[in-house]
């Protein structure tokens, strides 16, 4: 019941259902979307006018100390970048290319380019740090062609420059390891900030409108090389009210933000620090990450920075819901003035749930609530808003203001298909690829499957119902929802289980190759700490936990496309070079199956070898 949270500002929209005589059926919110901005740039122009003193952006400086940047400042900066800019030779043809993480710098950066209509790409710093062979990194640079790049230290992306970019002007902030081979082709950033303002950048900003390529954003990589999606300027500004439509509460009240993820997503980049810049709020640029090793960071920042809405990923929740109940002064911090929590790219264990609804009882007297939703980089990414009183686990909602959903029958499923002013308009350069995206209407094919949670009343909106392209037949002709088990043999396990990737195409029964929660998975055994991934893995007790969850789990499943009767837990942590895993965590099944198929093949050999869980008479 809504008496059970705290009151805020949240709008639930109701539908509009189309049912067509071929058995598709079209979903559109039963409101129209606002008007919205012409660009980004715009909202900071409009802000540095009416609140030039407000903090934009907030980072922690060497000292530890916040350095904080008004909305003026921050114009003022972004004028003189662009300026800059202009003599450079970019464009659509030649953007700018950023490397490093998120950083006031960064965005600055970003913000300039856009003033004046030059795209820029920011790009996950995993291709260029974590990454050998820097295969990804040149995929990107072959498909867009930076003609300039930007990092904050050069040192560390020294190697990845030279190997895929020898040639290319580059701007550092520091650039103290950049040898005399290459400093004439490296600008530091404070000369960007010294350029005179010019009316040329009126100018160039005067031919920017809702067309205008704001960014190029690279799509994971979890089904194959990353695609790079152009957003405009149009599809941001849309977004962002398609957003506020929804959290009614951030046009009431500038947010206070306090957010770690990467701009290189689409829900970082896009979602959340578009929603602080598009409302006029306050974005604290956190360093800290949901690690063991980098949360420390964060509590660090919790204790300073008390947000009003709060956004993570359910690993991130995971992780903050402990180290708040271990730390009651950070709780009572984080809690003292929020208004909504939001989770998005996975679902999120209800066990977390509860503690958080706990957690924000025990320090508020009430639950804040929680909103959810679905979207993809190429949708900007919002499309869909769960309630307050529909939100769980796996429910993703209904349309958001002007957004319509056409839902075609496949497979025994309903493949969602959407339409709206923020969908990309194709992937760049990618002609084949763009044509395949879209169907005869100009729906965008997002893969997905939708569930309505009611058929009888869909204002109740929808439930995920997986990826369809995972989804395959079993040898006797079954179909095996993919996704939906994944997830439900991860929510079984835990919090044993990081990912999981379902097998069985043309087999006569499901197996599933497990990466373990590992961290977990030593708490199960006496000086786990000590023993390797393989030891632990082959410990009686570890194995005991596994064999009687999978057989718990087959007690409740309701046919062969729901039980998995075999299992391996795979030691060797999924490979970035090899596509097995995005610099975000997500799993590329396909990859990973392709590239363990010995693995596979034990799974289904005539007797599972003695690190294979079983099922009884699974053999």
Sequence with gaps: MLSDFHPVNVVSHSVDVEYRNDGSQVVRCDTGLDAYARTLTDRLELFAEQAPDRVFLAQRASDEHWQKLTYAQALKKVRAIASWLLTQDLSAERPVAILSGNSTEHLLMALGAMYIGVPYSPISTAYSLISTDFGKLRHVFETITPGLIFVDNLGPYRDAIDAVAPETQVVAINSDHALDDCRN???????????????????????????????????????????????????????????????????????????????????????????????????????????????????????????????????????????????????????????????????????????????????????????????????????????????????????????????????????????????????????????????????????????????????????????????????????????????????????????????????????ALVFPDWQHCRELVPAGSDRDNLELARHPHLREVFQQKLEAMAEHATGSSTEVKRMLLLTDPPDIDRHEITDKGSINQRAVLENRAGLVDRLYSTQPDEDTFALPGAG
């Design 185 to 511: 082709r490296v600008t530091p950033f404070a000369d960007l900030l010294e350029a005179a303002d010019t009316e040329a950048v009126d100018a160039a900003n005067d031919q920017v409108d809702g067309e205008t390529i704001a960014k190029f954003l690279f799509t994971s990589g979890s089904t194959g090389l990353p695609k790079a999606v152009i957003n405009t300027q149009g599809m941001l500004c849309a977004n962002q009210v398609m957003i506020n439509s929804v959290m009614a509460f951030l046009k009431e009240e500038p947010p206070v933000m306090l957010d770690w993820l990467p701009w290189n997503h689409t829900f970082g980049g896009n979602h959340n620090a578009g929603i602080a810049l598009y409302n006029g709020g306050t974005l604290y640029i956190d360093g800290g990450k949901p690690t063991e090793s980098a949360i420390g960071i964060t509590l660090n920042n919790l204790r300073e920075v008390a947000p009003t809405v709060y956004f993570n990923v359910p690993k991130g929740f995971e992780l903050l819901v402990k180290k708040l109940q271990e730390h009651p002064d950070i709780a009572r911090s984080f809690f003292s003035r929020l208004k909504l929590t939001y989770f998005a790219a996975a679902g999120l264990s209800q066990h977390i749930w509860d503690a958080l609804d706990e957690l924000a009882i025990q320090y508020t007297g009430k639950k804040v609530p929680m909103l959810t939703g679905l979207g993809s980089t190429e949708t900007a990414p919002a499309a869909l808003f769960a309630s307050i009183e529909e939100c769980a686990s796996g429910v993703i909602g209904v349309p958001a203001p002007g957004v319509a959903i056409k839902l075609v029958p496949n497979g025994g499923k309903l493949e969602a298909r959407i339409k709206a002013p923020t969908i990309m308009p194709g992937y760049w350069r990618a002609p084949e690829l763009t044509a395949k995206a879209y169907d005869d209407e100009g729906y965008y094919c997002l893969g997905d499957a939708f569930k309505y949670l009611d058929p009888d009343r869909p204002e109740r909106g929808f439930r995920f119902d997986g990826r369809v392209s995972e989804d395959f037949k079993l040898d006797t002709g079954t179909w095996v929802s993919a996704g939906t088990l994944r997830a439900h043999v991860i929510h079984f396990f835990a919090p044993y289980v990081q990912d999981v990737v379902i097998t069985g195409h043309n087999k006569s029964y499901v197996g």
